[in-house]
């Protein structure tokens, strides 16, 4: 039987638990920026929560930044919760079910490389939003659509189905919130390189983040796609942009 996607996905995070954090540098890199920005901003203490929160990248790097302040870790995945460092507290939860309910709400709810993941974003970004406490925040880091250009436009040239996961639009994730509620929005592109295209996507497998709705390419179709992928004419080498949109928003 066809498991389904959502599945599936929490399967793939499950099995790559134990290499996650050795293959996280991007997430790593993004998880810490975030941090930093949360470092700058006037969030009462309180009921502090990182949603998808994997092994505890942010959520880490959050308490780092706020000595004495807990983050709650929330993560379909008990494997993922098994690697946070001692004494933190973590809650089993499929997030497309919505949050759990809570005692309090959060004065703090964040979230890096995990929306992408779930059914329908806008809605689950309107969702957070709402359980927010008064003057409470919500930070969130996101890839979205315009990333992987390099991929779609190989797979087109190569007339082969590209399997990259489709990334909510910059534009329906905005529109899912009020404009006053956005205090910081911004883009950030980051581009990795290899010498050779295996390398670039193979680490999205050791990290769990390689579950896609469309079927896998067979040997010929992924030699097509290899040969079509454009070079970077400086460097020789092959090269993936991610496009994250962080947003830092206030109830
Ligand atoms: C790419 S990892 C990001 C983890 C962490 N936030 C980081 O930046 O390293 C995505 C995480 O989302 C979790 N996830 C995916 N779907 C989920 C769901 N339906 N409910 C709860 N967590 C989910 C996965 O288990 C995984 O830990």
Known sequence: MIKGFSEQVLNNFEKASATYNSKAELQQ??????????????????F??????????????LEDGHPGQKVLRIDGSQGMLARQKPDCASQQWDLNEGLPSW?????????????????????????WITALAPEGWLALAIPVEGSFHQWHQAAATADVHCTALAMPSQASLLNAIPAQSIRKQELLEITQQTAKVLELLKPMRDLGAHTSPQAGLNVGQWRRLE??????????????????QVLLLKR
Do not use: M, N, Y
């Not at 920005?37 to 309180?46: K, M, Q, S, V, Y």
């Open 29 to 46: 890199t993004v998880a810490l920026h975030l941090a930093r920005e949360c470092a700058h901003l006037p969030i009462p203490a309180g």
């Open 48 to 61: 502090w929560v990182d949603l998808g929160a994997g092994t505890g990248l942010l959520a880490d790097a």
């Open 103 to 127: 005692p309090q709400a959060p004065a703090l709810l964040a979230s890096s490389f995990s929306l992408h993941w779930l059914k329908d974003p806008p809605t689950r970004l309107q969702e």
């Open 227 to 244: 040969q079509a992928w454009q070079r970077c004419q400086e460097t020789g080498r092959a090269q993936l942009t991610w496009k994250i």
